[in-house]
């Protein structure tokens, strides 16, 4: 039994090293989306002209439409032109890049004064790592209630948490964007994404004359719930069987730290963490100050904090506000932050880690506008959906068949909502038609979706985790690449599809509900 055992982990780990050797001999990331900008506009002269007309769904509860998508020939006036006078705009705007350029300028401060570090000291350093991997699962998975925005933060934070501790900073990096991803179909808060997807939901069933008593953002919590907590669980498994020894333990932590640093606090150390601690207080109570009247500027419109209101949208930002406080209340008692003229010096310092992203950023962000302006993958979608209506597979398998399509469907699509949009129509009066609540149609997209953004090819936060591994790189003899990215996710990606997939059928057998009054079957 050991011997066959040992034989499946051979197999599994050659399969995940195969994956990072072919991902590592793709071309550097700079040149390799410069050649996805030839193949869009290659691939957009060969199909220019194909079209499939579909019902498209509004995404706040607004009628649904019927649309044509062409596939549309890049080499143009007007797409020349746009992109032309337009380039700046398309690379700045860049949604990864706008997001972590700012929050890294307050990590990267807090790096530099030691703040993660003591923090680290002081509460669980010499804990056991699988305690250390749950709660970073744990956090990363819900961190997806704030979109990718708190994804992309969980994961540079923990990067930094995990060096301060002493484990490979790459594996932190790897755990939070895995876990982050799969919080789409697992997370105990809901937040503007469920918003959003109920809300392409009610204008389908809206147009349809279908029953909308039970389309709202609690129509999976349910389920979503269990999975994070379940998730939490098996990621925690998983990183502490597979992935921390397959990425390795660092090799030399002064390349991303400071090679000086004491294993005790020494007594500045206390009192500069106990003002950093007063401060992060009054920050927090600041925040939470601010929340309380009705007429809230974090408030939404309609009063309430939770799931979409200025509050989450603004969780970068206030991210950002916080690490700089602590960092300056840490750094101006031990010293780090001598004199106020040090302060821009060390954040010009902490720019200087997005330099590499920067770069890669620029094809990044020009190959994913135009394949999008080719409607390619939109017209891919739709024609994928009208297939799955055509195959006359019924019960759990047509679920199955959903969720394997949304993985393949996020090869070529980087918009969760885009996909759903053009799906939506076409699934839930097909669904609805054999008995599945349009609850659990939604619920079969979000478990493809979320157990393969992680691994998607050309997700916009490719190009982000790539320059993070570049940072946080302990090792001089390696450079990072999207195979890294693959292969160390890939286990995540495998055991989130596996997971969720058990937890469906235990649904799916016992009839359980899916949210709060939303049943599986009408």
């Not at 708190?150 to 301060?164: D, E, M, N, Y």
């Not at 991803?181 to 503007?192: C, E, I, P, R, T």
């Not at 970068?316 to 010293?335: N, P, Q, S």
């Amino acid at each position: 039994m050991e011997t066959a055992t040992q034989e499946k982990k051979s197999l599994f780990w050659r399969f995940i090293h195969g994956v990072e050797v072919v991902g590592n001999k793709f071309p550097h990331p700079f040149y390799l989306f410069t050649i996805l900008i030839f193949v869009s506009v290659a691939l957009s002269v060969i199909f220019a002209g194909v079209s499939v007309t579909y019902e498209q769904a509004g995404s706040d509860g607004a009628s649904s439409e019927m649309v044509t998508a062409t596939v549309i020939n890049l080499i143009n006036r007007d797409t020349i032109t746009n992109v032309t006078q337009n380039m700046y705009s398309i690379y700045y705007n860049f949604s990864p890049m706008m997001m972590m350029g700012l929050l890294m300028l307050s990590i990267g401060l807090a790096e530099q004064v030691g703040l993660f570090g003591a923090v680290i000291k002081r509460t669980i350093m010499g804990v056991r790592p699988a305690f250390v991997f749950a709660v970073v699962s744990f956090v990363a998975i819900n961190a997806h209630t704030a979109s990718n925005a708190g994804v992309l933060g969980c994961t540079a934070v923990s990067a930094a948490v995990f060096a301060s501790m002493g484990y490979n900073p790459w594996l932190g990096i790897i755990l939070s964007y895995a876990a982050g991803n799969a919080g789409f179909a697992a997370n105990l808060f809901v937040g503007n994404l469920d918003v959003l997807v109920s809300g392409i939901d009610e204008s389908v069933c809206s147009a349809l004359g279908l029953d909308t008593s039970t389309v709202h953002v609690l129509q999976n919590w349910y389920f979503m719930l269990v999975s994070a907590l379940v998730l939490t669980v098996v990621y925690t498994l998983v990183t502490t069987k597979f992935v921390r020894g397959f990425i390795g333990e660092p090799k030399d932590l002064s390349l991303v730290q400071d090679a000086n640093a004491s294993s005790e606090l020494t007594p500045t150390e206390h009192r500069a963490l106990r003002n950093a601690g007063i401060a992060a207080i009054v920050f927090i109570a600041l925040v939470v100050a601010a929340c309380i009247p009705s007429n809230s500027f974090f408030r939404a419109e309609d009063g309430t904090l939770i799931p979409n209101s200025p509050l989450l949208k603004s969780i970068l930002t206030i991210l950002f506000l916080f690490f700089l406080v602590t960092a300056i209340a840490y750094g101006r008692t031990t010293k780090k932050i001598a004199t106020w003229n040090d302060l821009p010096k060390m954040l010009a310092k902490s720019i200087d880690s997005m330099v590499n992203f920067m770069v890669i950023a620029l094809p990044a962000s020009l190959f994913i506008h135009l394949f999008n302006a080719s409607n390619i993958p939109t017209v891919l979608g739709a024609a994928g959906a009208e297939w799955i209506k055509g195959t006359g597979i019924h019960g759990f398998g047509l679920l199955v068949l959903v969720i394997l399509f949304t993985i393949f469907l996020d090869l070529f699509m980087t918009s969760g909502s885009s996909k759903w949009m053009i799906l939506a129509p076409i699934l839930i009066p097909m669904f609805y038609a054999i008995g599945f609540s349009p609850a659990l149609t939604t619920l079969a997209y979000r478990i493809g979706d979320a157990s393969a953004n992680c691994i998607a090819p050309i997700s916009s936060d490719i190009a982000l985790i790539v320059g993070l591994l570049g940072k946080y790189n302990t090792d001089k003899s390696k450079t990072p690449g999207m195979g890294n990215v693959f292969a160390g996710c890939m286990p995540y990606s495998i055991a989130t599809l596996i997971t969720q997939l058990i937890i469906l059928a235990i649904w799916w057998a016992l009839k359980l509900p899916l949210g709060p009054g939303v049943e599986m079957f009408v």
